[in-house]
């Protein structure tokens, strides 16, 4: 689980835009900031978060309205939508529409299927284009 985790924080924090930052020791939550205060939500730094539970890996990203379709998620993310899932414990992703103006891409992948996902180069232009639009002047 944790080697998941720092292999994601990595990704995170080579791109020079954004630190993650531990919340809370005990729960291994960690939020995802930028340096300066996001355009879209003025009084936050923060566009994400990260928890690493007992069962799951749960990662959380913001991003500005409409910057991804479901289609696109599932396109980067490789992973199916809640609504599709096989059965409770399936890894997944969901699309969440936040009042406020922006969406939550929330991905939820179990332990017993996390070796086998890769944080691979599709992953990797997802994380890359949400940094790019939360660090967007």
């Known amino acids: 689980m944790y080697k998941k985790m720092n292999e994601l924080i ?38 994400g978060r ?16 409409e910057l991804f379709s479901t289609e696109d998620l599932q396109k980067y993310i490789k992973l199916p939508l809640k609504s599709e899932a096989a059965h409770q414990r399936t890894s997944h992703l969901d699309l969440l529409k936040n009042e406020k103006g922006y969406d939550t891409a929330a991905i939820h992948i179990y332990r017993s299927q996390l070796d086998d996902y890769a944080f691979d180069d599709l992953f990797a232009i997802f994380i890359s284009k949400v940094i790019d639009a939360n660090t967007r002047e």
């Open 10 to 47: 990595t990704m995170l924090e080579d791109s020079g835009k954004c630190e993650v930052k531990l919340i809370n020791r005990e729960k291994h939550t960690y939020s995802i900031e930028q340096f300066t205060k996001l355009n879209w939500r003025r009084r936050s730094k923060r566009f």
């Open 50 to 65: 990260i928890h690493a539970g007992e069962k799951r890996l749960r990662i959380d990203l913001d991003f500005p309205r």
